[in-house]
């Protein structure tokens, strides 16, 4: 129940309540002018009345209560609606007073429900915020991975060089739960033991010259094993083993992944860091075996692509015989030589010059001298003779039945023809010659490389005289 004071205060009254005194505090002063008419111009007559000050200074006191009793609801609407203004230019930690019990203290209480659901709002969208970047980050780290994966793929179906290929998944891996180092190690069946093949990062030189021998005790416990194996701050080693991988390679954390072939381990794909307190995720392990099966295909594919060069017999560019194929002919005909007491004879061809020749007129025309002194050497021999091209600017020919002599009078012959056909009429930067070297079995060999061995020190030996001849002795 309500007290005396209360009831007789202003403060606990509604604002309905306080308007309407207000006016009828304010009626008052009509009353009182008329009291003021009458007590000047009709009671002099009969004599100044003390009743009649009281209720004119009274009137007066009135008025002045009513006044402030108006001002101060209308200070206390105008500091609401200022405050009211902050909040909606966005300073929401601003909290509006309650110090009275009427409406506008109500209207209070409504405005600051309001700004905390506002408050409560901006929070929620705040961290909604930060899982929406989290997410984002995470797409765009997976977009990144995928773009490395395309990347690696697109090398291995354009047959890039294998070691690059091993080079590029490693470097990618590395971008993996913040590495430091990556490594790629290789398994050596007759040495029983793994060698970095490829590495990227921190400690990359130390790394590189890295052998895990199989009395180490990480080679059973952590490399030749058929899972991953993961070391952080929720997964351990062994002592001796967390020791012996620590001095192995200065990792504190390190994730590593088996790469099968035929269903034994290759290789060992790993990535590490030296951070304190790490943590490798699912995703980590998932995305890290994805790029060890790309290297698997890699290897694969590598060893395809030998096989395939092995079964090769003919050079892409003139059709001749490609190098594989002259070696393994020479020591059949070396053999057959051998057999029937027969001369066997080789020799080598070199453009000269022929790299500036390549830089000075471009690949198009390069090629095209290629084909052309192919098919002039062709041309100039027996069916017999077995023509070759061995490496970029090298043929090689193989004459069975033919000593060291005959050799060199047909090779002499060839570059005669070369020097005519391209040497006559031809600017000095134009000209195309040959040198070449014989050698002959049994005198200089009576095994392919050895043969082999003897053309090309002869070959070099007519470089060094002064290219544009042969030399067989």
């Given at each position: ?221 952590a490399l030749n094993v058929n899972e991953s194996m993961i070391l952080d701050n929720q997964n351990y080693l062994s002592d001796d ?17 088996p790469v099968f072939l035929k269903g034994k381990i290759k290789a060992v794909l790993g990535i590490g860091n030296t951070r304190e ?197």
């Amino acid at each position: 129940m309500a007290s005396k004071k209360d009831r007789l205060s202003l403060n606990s009254r509604s604002l309905k309540q306080k308007l309407v005194i207000a006016f009828e505090l304010m009626s008052i002063l009509p009353l009182l002018v008329c009291v003021y008419l009458v007590s000047t111009f009709i009671l002099p007559k009969f004599g100044m009345r003390l009743d009649i000050v009281a209720s004119i200074f009274t009137s007066i006191l009135v008025a002045v209560v009513g006044f402030l009793v108006i001002k101060e609801v209308f200070d206390r609407l105008t500091s609401m609606a200022n405050d009211a203004k902050k909040i909606a230019a966005g300073d929401i930690s601003l909290k509006l007073s309650i110090d009275h019990d009427d409406e506008v203290s109500d209207l209070s209480v409504v405005v600051n429900q309001l700004t905390q659901r506002i408050r409560g709002n901006m929070e929620e969208l705040k961290n909604y915020s930060v899982k929406t970047n989290a997410i984002n980050l995470e797409i765009q780290r997976r977009v990144i991975v995928l773009s490395n994966l395309m990347q690696i793929g697109t090398l291995i179906s354009n047959g890039a060089q294998f070691d690059d290929i091993l080079k590029i998944c490693v470097e990618k891996a590395r971008l993996l739960a913040n590495s430091e180092s990556a490594f790629l190690l290789f398994r050596d069946d007759d040495k029983n033991c793994f060698f970095v093949k490829a590495v990227d990062g921190a400690n990359a030189e130390y790394l590189s010259t890295l052998v895990i021998n199989q009395s180490d005790k990480i080679y059973l416990n952590a490399l030749n094993v058929n899972e991953s194996m993961i070391l952080d701050n929720q997964n351990y080693l062994s002592d001796d083993c967390a020791v012996d991988f620590f001095d192995k390679f200065h990792l504190k954390n390190a994730l590593t992944m088996p790469v099968f072939l035929k269903g034994k381990i290759k290789a060992v794909l790993g990535i590490g860091n030296t951070r304190e307190s790490f943590e490798y995720t699912k995703d980590d392990i998932e995305l890290l075996d994805i790029f060890s099966k790309q290297i698997a295909i890699a290897i694969e594919n590598d060893i395809l692509s030998h096989r395939v060069a092995k079964l090769e017999v003919k050079d892409a560019l003139t059709g001749l015989f490609n190098g594989v194929f002259i070696r393994n002919r020479l020591q059949e005909e070396i053999k057959r030589a051998i057999a029937y007491q027969r001369p066997c004879a080789f020799i080598i061809f070199d453009i000269d010059n022929f790299k500036t020749y390549y830089q000075d007129f471009g690949q198009i025309i390069a090629e095209s001298v290629i084909k052309n002194l192919a098919n002039l050497i062709v041309n100039s021999l027996d069916d017999v003779a077995r023509v070759g091209r061995i490496g970029d600017d090298e043929f090689a020919v193989i004459l069975p039945e033919y000593n060291k002599r005959q050799a060199n009078e047909a090779a002499e012959m060839i570059r005669k023809k070369i020097e005519s056909i391209y040497g006559d009429g031809q600017s000095k930067a134009r000209k195309i010659t040959v040198s070449a070297g014989v050698s002959e079995n049994p005198l200089d060999g009576i095994e392919a490389e050895q043969l082999i061995t003897k053309a090309r020190e002869l070959l070099n030996n007519a470089k060094r005289l002064g290219r544009n001849r042969v030399v067989a002795f």
